[in-house]
T-cell receptor, first 110, second 113 residues
Framework: GEDVEQSLFLSVREGDSSVINCTYT??????LYWYKQEPGAGLQLLTY?????DMKQDQRLTVLLNKKDKHLSLRIADTQTGDSAIYFC??????????FGSGTRLQVQP | DVKVTQSSRYLVKRTGEKVFLECVQD?????MFWYRQDPGLGLRLIYF???????EKGDIPEGYSVSREKKERFSLILESASTNQTSMYLC????????????FGSGTRLTVV
């Protein structure tokens, strides 16, 4: 998606924290989402954040939202090999469908 | 377990064939979507529907059409398949508010030869 940008690849060691970044363009997005795609599978909703929040924590996942800079990040604490996947951020522009980024492939080294 | 089911996991079709990709959801969701996924391009929206018999074009509708005769079923049609339509096709659904995000099917990998 040209309106939502992510880096393509991130490699971390098992046990480290991973931070996946995303920039979006539509300031009217009510919700912003993170999805995970494991090999050969569809996308699975990981978490989402309402646009009037700065942070949301859900177990090992922390989402940070900077509305001024239109920047969204996903932090995974204590990254495990099972976290290896492609992570997509998505914005929700008005009534239209979600716009997805290109996805960040997370590789976790044992 | 609620789900979105895509009828085929893998499909191989010849250039010029008419291709039907079927998607069924069992969550009574109002909204349904078709995306295609290509490496480095992420997901691109083809068509979506907010209600039965209703459809709206997404970002890349050329060469595709859709049908939604029943609430639970949303079909993607390739009128005359071409090699540049070789891709992974993902169907998704969501409730009216969309707050909970989308539920995706497992995808159909279509190869046009």
């Amino acid at each position: 998606g040209e309106d939502v940008e992510q880096s393509l690849f991130l490699s971390v060691r098992e046990g480290d924290s991973s931070v996946i970044n995303c920039t979006y363009t539509d300031s009217s997005s009510t919700y912003l989402y993170w999805y995970k795609q494991e090999p050969g599978a569809g996308l699975q909703l990981l978490t989402y954040i309402f646009s009037n929040m700065d942070m949301k924590q859900d177990q090992r996942l922390t989402v940070l939202l900077n509305k001024k800079d239109k920047h969204l990040s996903l932090r995974i604490a204590d990254t495990q090999t099972g976290d290896s996947a492609i992570y997509f951020c998505a914005e929700s522009p008005g009534r239209r469908a979600l716009t997805f980024g290109s996805g960040t492939r997370l590789q976790v080294q044992p | 377990d609620v789900k979105v089911t895509q009828s085929s996991r893998y499909l191989v079709k010849r250039t010029g064939e008419k291709v039907f990709l079927e998607c069924v959801q069992d969550m009574d969701h109002e909204n349904m979507f078709w995306y295609r996924q290509d490496p480095g391009l992420g997901l691109r929206l083809i068509y979506f529907s907010y209600d039965v018999k209703m459809k709206e074009k997404g970002d890349i509708p050329e060469g595709y059409s859709v049908s939604r005769e029943k609430k639970e079923r949303f079909s993607l049609i390739l009128e005359s398949a071409s090699t540049n339509q070789t891709s992974m096709y993902l169907c998704a659904s969501s409730s009216g508010t969309g707050m909970g995000g989308y539920t995706f099917g497992s995808g159909t990998r279509l190869t046009v030869v």
